[in-house]
């Protein structure tokens, strides 16, 4: 069974940064490309950031790009989020996703398997 847990979520204020976790198991980590999702408020869920299986090919939403970067150790099964410069704008539950393929992608329907989320609030 795939599980995917998000940790690393919190407060924090404008300005700020933060590193979200997710630990993966049930699945060989190193062949899925991986993603970072949010849903805000009132929000459809959007794709945030995505890497291919090796890591090395990435890709970024614009409202994130330049303040966050997405990476993954292949060998901690870990995927990881680093976010800077946070803008209460970017308060939102954040999902961490996999999907049945190497190649990363953007949109919700093409991920298999989701975390719970984890709580990101950023205050101004």
């Known amino acids: 069974q795939v599980q995917l847990v998000e940790s690393g979520g919190g407060l924090v204020q404008a300005g700020g940064s933060l590193r979200l976790s997710c630990a993966a198991s049930g699945l060989t980590f190193s062949s899925a490309a991986m993603g970072w999702f949010r849903r805000a408020p009132g929000k459809e869920r959007e794709f945030v950031a995505g890497?291919?299986?090796?890591?090395?090919?990435?890709y970024y939403g614009d409202s994130v790009k330049g303040r966050f970067t997405i990476s993954r150790d292949n060998v901690k099964n870990a995927l990881y989020l680093h976010m800077n410069s946070l803008k209460p704008e970017d308060t939102a539950v954040y999902y961490c996703a996999a999907r049945n393929g190497m190649i990363l992608r953007t949109t919700e329907r093409e991920y298999d398997y989701w975390g719970q989320g984890t709580q990101v609030t950023v205050s101004s």
């Open positions: 890497l291919n299986r090796g890591g090395a090919s990435t």
